[in-house]
């Protein structure tokens, strides 16, 4: 069964006690007003949470477990904002983008500057395969915007949205491919290769992208002067790629508006505001577009989701 939940209330650190008594957390701090939601559940033997917060820092001292006691291991999928995750004395910075992995059986601190959104796949480390690394490997930030980590971050992804219309055995059996994904995102990293610098640069583009997405001017005139470059060479980074820039602006923004459909903290604001805020001024469109994207209207989908 998945479960969702919303902060609701008066300062921050009601809220904090709300966030706390839900995730077991031993401390959170919200730096901001915005209120925090999850959606989430258990899939089989694994754990999908999809949290979006404000500005924030959660501090884990105790040691955490999956369900069952077994140690485990917490991949997190950085999907809007950035966030510093410290572990065993090491910290590394996680953009919009990238994953990296927590050992659960240590101690860790997050810290986000500002609103973030992470989806988290907690894995028993008997799931994992047998090679044993050091905290250094796991928090390494990867990208997973193409290759197997790009598979195993849609499908776990689709599988916490929709996964409330699934049977428990549906669940279980979504759980034992998401952990052979995992298995094949592992065994398929290429961390000692050399960089790619394309792909750097068509990180930082996306990062762009992903810091305007509410500006309806954003195109890719305004992104090639950020870069002190041409449209053409900011065109030539996604050559290849499932998507043109201006193609991924408007994918960006339609995942931003579906997110933000189904997140409890924004429940009262309508769906045509929600479209104005990531840069939809015609809701008509908006809607024609969403269909097309997703196979139903917007309406539609939120009610779906509230039902389940």
């Not at 919009?96 to 992470?118: N, T, V």
């Not at 979504?174 to 640069?201: H, I, K, N």
Request: glycine share 8%.
């Amino acid at each position: 069964m998945l479960h969702r939940f919303a902060t609701h209330a008066m300062n921050r650190t009601e809220r904090s006690r709300q966030w706390c008594a839900l995730t077991r957390a031993d401390h959170v701090e919200f730096a901001d007003d915005r209120e925090a939601s999850l959606r989430g559940g258990d899939f089989g033997q694994l754990r999908l949470c999809l949290v979006s917060m404000g500005s924030h820092r959660v501090v884990q001292t105790r040691p955490a477990e999956a369900s069952g006691g077994a140690p485990a291991l917490k991949f997190l999928f950085q999907e809007e904002g950035n966030a510093t995750v410290r572990q065993g004395g090491l910290e590394n910075r996680i953009q919009a983008g990238q994953w990296c992995a927590i050992r659960k059986d240590i101690g860790y601190e997050i810290d986000a500057p500002g609103p973030s959104r992470q989806l988290s796949l907690t894995v028993p480390c008997e799931l994992v395969p047998a090679q044993r690394r050091g905290i250094q490997w796991w928090r390494r930030p990867r990208g997973y915007l193409r290759g197997a980590a790009q598979i195993l971050h849609a499908s776990a992804s689709a599988s916490v949205l929709s996964g409330g219309s699934l049977s428990q055995k549906n669940c279980e059996q979504l759980g034992g491919q998401l952990a052979q994904m995992v298995e094949m995102t592992l065994c398929s990293d290429t961390q000692d290769s050399f960089p790619d610098l394309r792909e750097e640069r068509r990180r930082a583009v996306l990062e762009f992208i992903d810091d305007r997405l509410a500006e309806s001017g954003l195109d890719v005139g305004q992104i090639a002067h950020e870069f002190g470059c041409s449209s053409r060479t900011i065109h030539k980074l996604f050559e290849g790629e499932a998507h043109t820039v201006g193609r991924a602006i408007w994918e960006r923004r339609l995942e931003r508006c579906r997110h933000d459909m189904i997140d409890p903290s924004l429940a009262s604001r309508s769906i045509t505001q929600i479209a104005h805020h990531w840069g939809f001024s015609d809701s008509q469109h908006f809607s024609r577009a969403f269909k097309a994207r997703f196979g139903i209207t917007p309406r539609e989908y939120r009610t779906l989701y509230i039902l389940n």
